[in-house]
């Protein structure tokens, strides 16, 4: 296993992440020569998933290494603090922040208890949902990629509503199920997802909101204060602030992803966020690329604004160009300035996450364990958090766990503040969970996001320095970094090709079947990714044809 | 996995790990393929090889053959390439006992990050390759060798050569074995599991539900 590395490489790739994983691949994908390590001894960095045990020491060597360090490897990740609020093997809940009298859980969960099933946890460092129609699914999909992976289609799309978690009625079997509305009030919302599917027919009938809020306009509309608040906050995830055409985007794209997988938009990888990124390596590995963690770079020779080779090991590496992952840096080096995209910054996100005994809502939230729940929260002015509960159904936790992320962006050095107002959102509804540990900890803007403007005179030409997660649920953003830093270093070739299929040298004498599988892979989506296009018209005359067969079965119902 | 009352098929994922040069590739081509090369190249572009064997007249099965690429070869493998592997070949050459030396860190590295649903480790064999040419070190001792496989937890070991078609099918034969006497536990301890039940229902129902909505 310790052979020495080859010398010379078209790609040297420091860091692991998602961004920089993809951007690996792109490269070794056209068959460039490509070399991927990462100072740490795990894969994805600060978009890593750890076992509980591995989860715990990272943490605490956070904690511990002082936030000035310069010489600290992992620097992207800042803040952090961890507490358990089980001590005792007593049933008794230590933290009176926890009601007490929650439905009764057959097992008492100690922190031994706890810490006994440590390697049935998959944490996220930045957990993340993908649109079933997203950006991800997409390219996941054209590259082929999509074969290394499965998901879980989310369970329920949530919301609080007084004081009660609820599902938002997300497709239109749920809206005409739902016991939350009255008749009327499924009607107009129908009436209202079809109008704003057909925006860009009809813009005539936006005309007189073109410079309002769309919530001026959810209000012009003659809605229920129920539907605005489903509408604005959960399927469009917008504020009072948001503006019409916003609104209207972000609807239409929830609407896009729905029907393509269960009931909700939204998709959760098997095994939590920390696969992805892997997917790629291995796609890297697979066209050529040479991986080797726990490798850090020890110094780089620069010559004529670039940097020509770099210190591994003991060993000197020429590069031709060289892409720094999220938390690593290079001696010697400075950082072109500059963000994902206009005025936009990666990173300044606080986190928490708990482990719980309980879920957050009834039961028929979290039908036989529940599975992945997703609740987006907004506060007056900011852009409110996305809350993420994941049971054992996701291969995230054991069974009668669950996790619940929370992600807010950053106000302050203080994440356990940041996120306070939200935990609280979450403890003071009917069915709170119960929290049996907990932890906080800042992820940081990348190098590059938080330099500004003015060391851009130092930059070394064949540097890119790659984004740390976006506050944004899916991954678009970090797409769009990836694809424009493969763009700039090769401008004339094609961004992940869809890679051949291992099946296409089969030997024997029949085809292979693919595997059903209860969980979803990709490759059943190929199929209906020819739907998709189709698909969006297809729903749509649905839509109307099926609000008007609805309203004639609820006029029936009514007569 | 499908299956039907008369026929039944099986797909398995089988992983082959082991040093630089020590033949996994030849191995694979030899077995898949029915061919050796001598020149040495690296595996580029390819994930896995599929052969299917007609075990017996009821039995089909389905090998998916994960060669490291070389490339991981650096002692990393991502979870991707462990992920669902029912068992594996590690391989050393005969005539080089530094790749032998690696074979017990391979081991515990596949140890560590795959199981069988039990908890158990994955079935695995230990092939001798090259075993055309001139033995070094511990192969040269059969018994030591016998020794060395029970001690490490493999199911067995084979004196290989890609080159001359040693041993290539009876290997695979004798890992197919253990791999189907597991999935025989693994299917009765399924049966008895209701969580597992509870997850294919549910997601099951899920698809019907989507399905539903499609052909509205
Ligand atoms: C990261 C991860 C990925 C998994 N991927 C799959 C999958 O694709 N399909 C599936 O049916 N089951 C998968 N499982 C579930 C796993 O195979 C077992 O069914 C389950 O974990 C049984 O627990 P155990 O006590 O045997 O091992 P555990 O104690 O749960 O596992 C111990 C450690 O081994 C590693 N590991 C175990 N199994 C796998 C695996 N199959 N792939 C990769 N790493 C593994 C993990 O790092 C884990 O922390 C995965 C589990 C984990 C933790
Ligand atoms: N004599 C002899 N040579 C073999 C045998 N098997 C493989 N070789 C030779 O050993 C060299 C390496 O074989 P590969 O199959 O490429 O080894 P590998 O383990 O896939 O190597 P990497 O992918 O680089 O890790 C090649 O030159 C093969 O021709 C064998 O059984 N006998
Ligand atoms: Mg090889």
């Known amino acids: 296993m310790d052979e020495d590395l080859p010398t010379e490489f078209d790609l ?33 960095g600060t978009w890593a998933s750890f076992n509980l045990d591995a989860l715990q020491s990272f943490i605490s060597s956070i904690a511990e290494s002082p936030a000035t360090d310069e010489s600290k490897q992992f620097n992207s990740i800042k803040n952090a603090s961890q507490i358990w609020h089980v001590t005792t093997p007593t049933a008794t809940p230590a933290d009176d922040a926890i009601p007490e009298g929650q439905e009764a859980t057959e097992k008492i969960w100690t922190k031994e208890n706890v810490l006994k099933e440590f390697r049935r946890f998959n944490v996220d460092l930045s957990p993340k949902l993908l649109f079933s129609c997203g950006k991800l699914v997409k390219l996941l999909i054209s590259s082929n990629i999509c074969r290394y992976a499965e998901f879980r289609a989310v369970d329920h799309v949530c919301t609080i509503i007084n004081g009660q978690t609820r599902s938002v009625p997300c ?13 009327v009030e499924k009607r107009l919302l129908m009436k209202l997802l079809t109008s704003c599917m057909g925006y860009d027919e009809h813009p005539e009938e936006f005309k007189d909101y073109e410079d309002k809020t769309f919530l001026e306009y959810l209000k012009s509309v003659k809605l229920t204060d129920n539907i605005i608040h489903c509408v604005l906050y959960s399927i469009s995830m917008s504020n009072e602030q948001t503006s019409l055409k916003d609104g209207i985007d972000n609807t239409k794209k929830f609407l896009n992803s729905l029907g393509r997988y269960g009931n909700t938009p939204f998709l959760f990888p098997m095994y939590g966020c920390g696969e992805i990124p892997q997917c790629f390596c291995r796609l890297c590995a ?92 907004t506060d007056e002015s900011g852009t409110g958090a996305f809350v993420l509960q994941l049971s054992h159904y996701s291969g995230t936790c054991p069974k009668g766990l669950y996790l619940i992320h929370i992600s807010c962006s950053a106000k302050s050095n203080n994440p356990e503040a940041d996120i306070k107002p939200y935990l609280d959102k979450l403890l003071t509804t009917d069915h709170p969970p119960a929290i049996l540990y907990s932890i906080y900890f800042t992820i940081d803007a990348c190098l590059r996001c938080t330099s500004g403007a003015s ?18 649920l899916d991954y678009d953003e970090s797409i769009d970094n990836a694809e424009g830093i493969f763009k700039k270093i090769y401008p004339e070739d094609e961004f992940l090709p869809r890679a051949p299929d291992p099946e296409e ?38 839509m109307e044809e099926n609000s008007r067969n609805e309203e004639m079965a609820m006029e029936v119902g009514e007569e | 996995m499908t299956t039907s009352t008369e026929k039944r098929e099986h797909l398995y994922k089988i992983l082959v790990i082991g040093e630089l040069g020590a033949g996994k590739t030849s191995f694979i081509k030899r077995y898949v393929h029915q061919f050796f090369s001598a020149n040495y190249r690296a595996t580029i572009g390819v994930d896995f090889a599929l052969k299917v064997l007609h075990w017996d007249p009821n039995t089909i099965v389905r090998l998916q053959l994960w060669d490291i ?89 084979f004196e290989t050569s890609a080159k001359e078609n040693v041993n290539i099918e009876e290997s695979a034969r004798a890992l197919v074995n253990q791999i189907l006497l597991n999935d025989k536990l693994i299917t009765v301890a399924d049966i008895m599991d209701n969580e597992k039940f509870a997850l294919e229902s549910t997601s099951g129902q899920q698809i019907t539900t989507m399905k539903k909505n499609c052909s509205c």
């Not at chain 1, 993809?22 to 740490?40: E, F, M």
């Not at chain 1, 004498?509 to 989506?525: G, Q």
């Not at chain 2, 391989?91 to 140890?111: C, I, M």
Request: contains cysteine; charged residues 20%.
């Open chain 1, 505 to 542: 040298i089969v030997i024997g004498d029949e085809d292979p079947v693919s595997v059903a599988d209860d969980v979803i892979t990709l490759d059943s989506v190929k199929e209906q990714i020819m739907e998709l296009e189709a698909g969006l018209l297809h729903q749509e005359d649905c």
């Open chain 1, 171 to 183: 497709s239109r079997t749920d809206v005409f199920n739902t016991k939350d509305l009255s008749i």
């Open chain 1, 286 to 377: 697979v066209f050529g690329g040479i991986y080797c963690l726990k490798r850090s770079v020890s110094n780089v020779s620069i010559a004529d604004a670039k940097v020509d080779s770099i210190k591994c090991g003991n060993q000197d590496i020429k590069a031709s160009n060289i892409v720094v992952g999220h938390g690593n840096i290079l001696p010697d080096f400075s950082i072109p300035a500059g963000g994902t995209g206009v005025g936009k910054k990666c990173g300044g996100i606080s986190r928490a996450i708990y482990i719980t005994s309980s879920p957050l809502g009834a039961e028929e939230l979290n039908s036989s364990g529940g599975g992945v729940n997703f609740l987006k929260l």
């Open chain 1, 12 to 44: 040297v790739v420091v860091g692991t992440g998602f961004v920089e994983s993809i951007v690996a691949a792109a490269a070794s994908r056209i068959g460039k020569t490509v070399l991927h390590i990462d100072p740490n001894d795990f894969y994805g």
């Open chain 2, 69 to 157: 690429a070389g490339q991981e070869r650096f002692g990393n493998m991502t979870r991707v390439y462990y992920k669902e592997a029912v068992g594996a070949f590690i391989v050393f050459d005969v005539t080089r006992s530094g790749t032998f030396d690696a074979v017990s860190k391979w081991k515990e590295d596949l140890d560590a990050k795959v199981q069988l649903p039990g908890g158990g480790p994955i079935p695995c064999i230990l092939l001798a390759n090259k075993c055309d040419q001139e033995k070094q070190g511990i192969v040269t001792n059969i018994e030591k060798m016998d020794e060395y496989v029970k001690v490490n937890g493999f199911s067995g070991w």
């Open chain 1, 455 to 472: 060391i851009t005179n130092d930059s070394l030409s064949n540097v890119f320095v790659c984004c740390g997660p976006s506050f944004e």
